[in-house]
């Protein structure tokens, strides 16, 4: 059994925990947490420590997967963690990746753990497809999608606008420009014709609708480069229909082939989730197992999902997996 | 440079052909063929050898490309030229493909070269789909659908029929069992329900075409389990617009998470290519670069798609990878 400990209890470290009860050779060792331990039920009645208990429990947590954030958390966490355990994060931040891995990589080496970091689909599953189509049609352009989906970022940017109680933001891919790159037709698309944005808006009581929504449309990075629609809404409408937290999305590339380039193909791969991050921790506790069945192999230091034979991921061997899915 | 050898000058060695002219780090060092070498002009006008004189290029040449059929051609060759070279082949009959990597492995692992069978879009492109998304989804239903393309073997069946004198079959997903699927309602699909045979057939003069049609749609094993349409054209018609070789699929997983299972999700996979066997040539070229870099490593023996780190596929280092792809 492959002992699993959870750092970090939100909507990530829920869905870690119950993913972990799909995969029948891993056991969840415990969870940790910066709040009170006695305060925090789990899922599962899984037992529940401080984060200061981590280090005490090393020699019974095979792999630990970081929960936390991307901006203070995991910078911080996933490199004092990666001294004592092999370790799992989803760290999202794109442009601080190489900093990461630099960071990650210089404690595992050292303490000869295995580090696995950016795990998720994006990035995650989308940079593999990204690697294996651009690997294998050099020669040709990628297209990535986002959505339908929520943005917890911009849902937060609205509800910081004056009059606003609650909103929830849904990017949305534009079906037109997915048939252009699904043509083979490489389009040049700008920011504004890849997505629109769908905001669903709470007012407060008296707040001005027009000024609210003017206020919105054009604010700058989030929503001024995009058509966004604002429709203004109850709040009970907003609980009853806007709750979950669904996302998705679209790796494309078109690439030729041919002695004179005469043959057009067209790689696609789509996600659409119910659940973001129960998706995200799915992904998550399969790289555990790679991440604990690499460190067995003496494979240490930092990796990504680019480094990792995908068949660690799989609780099958290779000759049942060869058989049944070759 | 990864210096190539292409083994066999059908359609899919020239594929190989083309396909490393895309490839910046890797040049042609010869094609082997069973015909008369000065009788066979390449595409290029890369050196054209003897199958037999392979051996004595065994220092020349960093990875020889297997460019023969599955049923006869391969089962031979490949461990054969594994005692001398790094091998990657495309053998594609999946019950034998566990018998295929033993005999392989041997050979390989003797004589401490690296042998990549099976490489292509199905088994290949396809199987590694099956194999992330079952280990990121554990509880879920995998759906592999093909086409439209053309399928050879069915092509060819036709053509064995009483007055028949050309043909093209098309292998066509029902677009309705895509879409059930897509829906996450996990459907039981039969045979009959899941792809449709569009036959195009051009007759000999005075032939009966009821007949044919008739021996065409009750094939066992072909047509007989399939809705199956006939349409009688000239072989003007054939050759105008059914000469290409395109093909393509789905492979879609889809699958529940969430402490209630409550939350569904749908991981697709998907194909479009207008020439079969120059996509599974460009699969084999990227494969090649692996198989020379695992070699490079110590990593001998028999590997398949599932086995190899993604980032050997790509001739870019891992740190760029990680700075464009993450």
């Known amino acids: 059994m492959i002992r699993i400990g959870i750092f970090g209890y939100g909507n990530l470290g829920k869905g870690v925990e119950s993913a972990i009860l799909q995969n029948p050779d891993m056991t ?22 401080k984060i200061e208990d981590a280090e005490q429990m090393a020699n019974e947590i095979d792999v630990m997967i970081l929960c936390g954030g991307s901006a203070t ?28 891995f630099a960071n990650v990589d210089d404690v595992a080496m050292k303490n000869k753990k295995t580090a696995i970091i950016s795990v998720g689909w994006d990035p995650g ?7 294996y189509a651009g690997a294998v049609l050099p020669e040709g352009k990628d297209y990535t999608f986002w959505g339908k989906g929520v943005s917890q970022g911009h849902s937060d940017a609205i509800r910081r606008v004056e009059g606003v109680a609650d909103a929830r933001q849904y990017t949305v891919p534009v079906p037109d420009a997915l048939d252009a790159v699904r043509s083979g037709s490489n389009p040049d698309l700008t920011t504004r014709q890849k997505h629109t944005r769908e905001c669903y808006v709470v007012a407060k009581p008296g707040a001005d609708l027009e000024k609210i ?12 480069d995009y058509d966004t629609t604002v429709t203004f809404i109850s709040q009970e409408e907003l609980d009853k229909n806007h709750k979950g937290i669904p996302h998705g999305g679209f790796v494309i590339r078109s690439g030729k082939t041919g002695i004179n380039k005469e043959n057009n193909h067209i790689i696609e791969y789509s996600l659409k989730l119910d659940s973001n991050p129960e998706f995200t921790s799915s992904v998550l506790v399969a790289y555990a197992r790679a991440a604990y069945r690499m460190n067995k192999m003496g494979m240490v230091g930092c ?16 000759a049942y997996l060869r058989k049944t899915l070759l």
């Open 213 to 224: 929504k003017n206020e919105i449309v054009t604010m700058p990075n989030y929503f001024a």
């Open 125 to 131: 599953m989308f940079s593999l497809n990204r690697l």
């Open 73 to 100: 958390d995991l910078p911080q966490q996933t490199p004092e963690l990666a001294k004592l355990f092999n370790v799992v994060d989803s760290f999202d931040t794109h442009a601080r990746i190489p900093e990461h």
């Open 28 to 49: 969840l060792a415990g969870v940790f947490t910066r709040r009170d331990p006695s305060c925090v039920k789990t899922l599962t009645n899984a037992p529940v420590y």
């Open 303 to 318: 990796k990504t999902v680019l480094d990792v034979p995908p068949a660690y991921l799989s609780s099958f061997d290779g």
